[in-house]
């Protein structure tokens, strides 16, 4: 369900191309350079040739290998490659840029073999894909940090943010945009309620089979964590394969009752996950 296979040509001046398919689960996309401003740019990326010198058994000490993406999975993982080793005094660094991606993502032709791209049309066009959820990194370090993750629920209403045990609805253009957070005086009564429903329990628990507990009332969804008001028409979601990126990495900063050696102040898109939209 999740994984698919890449197709690796190599051509060597004299030979017959040799042709390898490899697995893939989760897809690796690099991120670094400096064109690349969203996943788009990411994927033609894969397909960049690449210019090989050495022993191939040939007359040619030359060859070129280029990579393309042979078949796709129901439910395509993307892995934004954000830690890169530097050097020796560096070591890994983590790539801040916010990398753009949209609700609805159409793949581009680039990716594919040649000899596929042309069946496409007959099958109603080029694979479309909608995002079903987003893992943010929080940190500066590879080896720790802090994980939040926005969800789409299964009837694909509404948006869901969780972070550790605090959860509650964010607007799908936030989710398009890296994750920008909604009014902090929304999640700042959210954060208050999620504290006083977990010192509740706490005295609950200290008088545990000295009686028999209240129920507890079970809220409407629209009412976790406190996290809405009136119920509102959430705003149009982006536009297929939407490159719009904050200028700027600088959002609203998160309120946070214990803060965690700033690990929550700055997040960005680490894992993409993408289900196919069938035609």
């Known amino acids: 369900i999740f994984g698919g296979h ?19 689960k989760p897809l690796q996309l690099d991120i670094g350079a400096s064109h690349v401003n969203n996943i788009v740019d990411a994927l033609k990326g894969l397909t960049r040739t690449e210019n090989l ?19 796709l999975p129901p439910v395509l993982i993307l892995h934004l490659k954000r830690f890169q080793y530097e050097n020796n005094l560096t070591g890994t660094v983590k790539i801040w840029k916010k990398v753009g991606y949209p609700l609805e993502l159409e793949i581009p ?3 594919f073999p040649p000899s596929k791209r042309g069946g496409f ?5 080029l694979p479309k894909y909608r995002l079903t959820a ?13 994980y939040t993750v926005d969800v ?17 609805r964010v607007r799908p253009q936030d989710v398009a945009e890296g994750g920008a957070e909604e009014d902090p005086k929304l999640l700042a009564r959210a954060l208050e309620q999620h504290k006083a429903e977990q010192d509740l329990q706490k005295q609950r628990n200290m008088y545990d089979g000295l009686d028999e507990e209240a129920p507890i009332e079970e809220k409407p969804w629209n009412e976790v964590n406190g ?17 719009a990126t904050p200028s700027s ?17 700055n997040k960005v898109a680490y894992i993409l996950l993408y289900e196919r939209i069938r035609s």
């Open 227 to 243: 996290a809405a008001t009136a119920a509102k028409k959430l705003a149009g979601a982006a536009t297929t394969n939407g490159t």
């Open 53 to 71: 010198t050495g022993d191939f058994g040939g007359r040619s000490n030359s060859a070129k290998k280029q990579v393309f993406i042979d078949t």
């Open 109 to 111: 032709k680039e990716v």
């Open 249 to 265: 990495t600088a959002g609203k900063r998160t309120p946070t009752t214990a803060r965690r050696e700033n690990v929550k102040d």
């Open 152 to 168: 789409l629920r299964q009837d694909s209403r509404e948006w869901v943010r969780m972070d550790d045990t605090v959860i509650r």
């Open 6 to 24: 890449l197709r690796s040509e190599l051509r060597v001046p004299g030979q017959k191309d040799s042709v390898v398919l490899e697995p893939y």
């Open 134 to 146: 987003v893992v943010y990194h929080h940190g500066k370090s590879a080896a720790g940090g802090h």
């Open 121 to 125: 049309a007959v099958k109603g066009g």
